[in-house]
């Protein structure tokens, strides 16, 4: 199965992977929040690593954690993805009931995508055709985007999935069913469909536009929470819009599924949407790692809203997340209220991409809309307009930036004294900061629980323990160029007790002399031996710890390995040798000379012949 999933591929649909040398790629962690990429893939070895927060493995654990699933779910979601068909033991394979819950729903709901599909061209579907059409989408724009149609029956949709071998529980535990009185009944009836699909392009969940006017229910009905669908963290469109957010370094929100439809057919395809909820914190974390979102002002996230007042809310809300972003942050307003779909129907598409275009910073425009609440004609508004917009500026992470704002501020308000109005942020500032680390602030902290420590400690600066670090690797990732000669190095050589447990399990695993040359076999059987090797006492998870070794570049090219190799087993040896030689001295200093005269020899001819081999690999070392 990891064969036919390339771990590079598999991770790729989730996060924006760069190359970062060695044959590694490097983007930022799905599972912990960064500020810079700590993430590593080694395709050539199918393993990933996170150096912020230890997290490891193959392909399928990588699946495993990013969805939330089992095992068994993990190799069934690489079965599907590969094309594989997979067949189980204990009585033979059954279509459809072995298979893990996951699969199941998303195989439902691909069911559900085609049956509404179809229906859109029915004839009892012309009221959603006639939607469509109003608002500038033509039958291939439908297909393009799945859009179908929900027959106003209470249990058309139920019926066709339960024919094809669906329970109802499996209906009513992905939305796609509620419980009635006599079985389930469909959710989404009499209404234009449009299929919410993950990351990855699997149909997760449905948006409902209302149709008709006998219907009561809310204009748009999405589905509910369950097993594979969780709205706050769900974008519509992110499937089509993944690839041109990673390529343009740009990512556009918008309000409706409309309006995604309307700015990727207007030459915007980087428009995602959220579905039926707030632009939030989870929503963030996905655009991050699509953006590849680092310390760099390099891409644009911009959020379009409706010139109204609830429009501007919305953009002043966002504005609370807007610096949970690196990159830089835009609002798009058009000025008359048009969304991006009814600007497109009006004014065309250029219109849509010049919206876009029009982008504004979102610091901005929230101390723009603030200043418009106030009389900027009369003193008493230009003050009270100040001290409302001071703690939006004071608000601003960046000291640099925050200053600029300051400047613009003053000059928005027009009191031309920017000493006053810097003042009088700062004021603010202070306050804030005092409110963040004040006694109580300090108290809570001490009371806090520890922070969480990684499973697998960092490489120190020590010269010595990098060099031990730098064997390892060499060991897990190119064991033929170590062979027998690191095996008799000895668990002594090393001094840090994840470095000792790492080499016991080496050789446990054979030596280096049974690793050939290394690959994603060599790295199992370690794992392996990780896991059957009993606890020691560094507390370290040596899976995590054979994975890390496995995916951190080694430092030097490829084509000066060999000469790198013989150079760190020479110069690991010597600081051995080193350590000998300086535990010799300090016993030679314990002992008199002529009272102990025969070990003070012994010890002595010790010592010479010691330094005569630190000699020898020293040579070795700077000539390999």
Known sequence: MRERSPIADVVGEHIQLRNAGGGNLKGLCPFHDEKSPSFNVTPARGYYYCFGCAEGGDVITFVRKIENLTFTE???????????????????????????????????????????????????????????????????????????????????????????????????????????????????????????????????????????????????????????????????????????????????????????MACHLAGVPTAVATCGTSFGEDHIKVLRRLLLDQAEFRGEVIFTFDGDSAGQKAALRAFQDEQKFVTQTFVAVQPDGLDPCDLRVKQGDGAVRDLVASREPLFAFAIRSTLSRYDLNTNEGRLAALDAAAPVVAAIKDPGLRKTYVVDLDRWIGFMDEGFVIQRVQQVVGRTQEGAHGPGRRQAARAGAPARSAPVRQEPMDPAVRLEAEALKLAVQRPALLGPEFDALGAATFTLPEHVALYEVIVAAGGTAAGGPGGREWVDRLLEQADAAAPGETGVDMRSLVTRFAVEAVRADNDVEERYGAAVLAKIQEVAVGRAVAQVKSRLQRLNPVEEQQEYNRLFGELVALEQQRRVLRERASGA
Do not use: C
């Not at 059954?94 to 439902?108: D, K, N, T």
């Not at 469909?186 to 997760?204: A, H, K």
């Not at 690839?243 to 309000?255: C, H, L, M, P, T």
């Open 74 to 260: 993990a190799v069934e979601r690489l079965a599907q993805r590969a094309g594989i068909q997979l067949r189980y033991e204990q009585g033979g394979y059954v279509p459809g009931r072995e298979q893990g819950e996951r699969l199941r729903l998303i195989e439902a709901h691909r069911a559900a995508a085609e049956f509404y599909a179809e229906r859109l061209s029915s004839p009892e579907a012309a009221p959603g055709r006639r939607f469509l059409s109003e608002r500038g989408f033509e039958r291939a724009d439908a297909e393009h985007f799945g859009v179908g149609y929900a027959p106003d029956e209470w249990e058309a949709l139920s019926r066709h999935l339960m024919a094809r071998g669906f329970t109802s529980q499996e209906l009513i535990k992905g939305g796609l069913a509620r419980e009635g009185r006599r079985g389930p009944v469909d959710r989404f009836r009499g209404r234009l469909i449009w299929p919410i699909r993950d990351i990855t392009g699997d149909v997760i969940g449905f948006g409902a536009r209302k149709l008709l006017d006998s219907d009561d229910g809310p204009k748009y009905l999405n589905t509910p929470e369950s097993p594979i669908y969780h709205k706050s963290s769900v974008l519509y469109g992110v499937d089509l819009a993944k690839r041109e957010i990673a390529k343009r370094s740009q990512a556009v929100i918008v309000e409706g599924y409309t309006d995604v």
